[in-house]
């Protein structure tokens, strides 16, 4: 079955940065765009960034642009979000996902905080 694993979520001071993974299986992963999610507390899920499936094509929520850098590896099945100069405001549980949503990892959290 479809499994969307993510790691490298945890506590980063303002500034910071993390780099968070996706592993992926259970079904061609090369086949499939990928994207980011976050979800801050009271507040509704958002789109981070999107890859296509080779990695040709990447977009970006205007919150994140020149700071996030969303890459894949086709070899490992594995997904990646790049983050830099982390502000509070990032503070979410961040979740990869397939396409736009028809699977989901369970998330993991990032705490962006002094």
């Known amino acids: 079955q479809v499994q969307l694993v993510e790691s490298g979520g945890g506590l980063v001071q303002p500034g910071g940065s993390l780099r968070l993974s996706c592993a992926a299986s259970g079904f061609t992963f090369s086949n499939y765009a990928m994207a980011w999610y976050r979800q801050a507390p009271g507040k509704e899920r958002e789109l981070v960034a999107f890859i296509t499936s080779g990695g040709g094509y990447t977009n970006y929520a205007d919150s994140v642009k020149g700071r996030f850098t969303i890459s894949r590896d086709n070899a490992k099945n594995t997904l990646y979000l790049q983050m830099s100069s982390l502000k509070p405001e990032d503070t979410a549980v961040y979740y990869c996902?397939?396409?736009?949503?028809?699977?989901w990892g369970q998330g993991t959290q990032v705490t962006v905080s002094s």
């Open positions: 996902a397939r396409r736009v949503g028809d699977y």
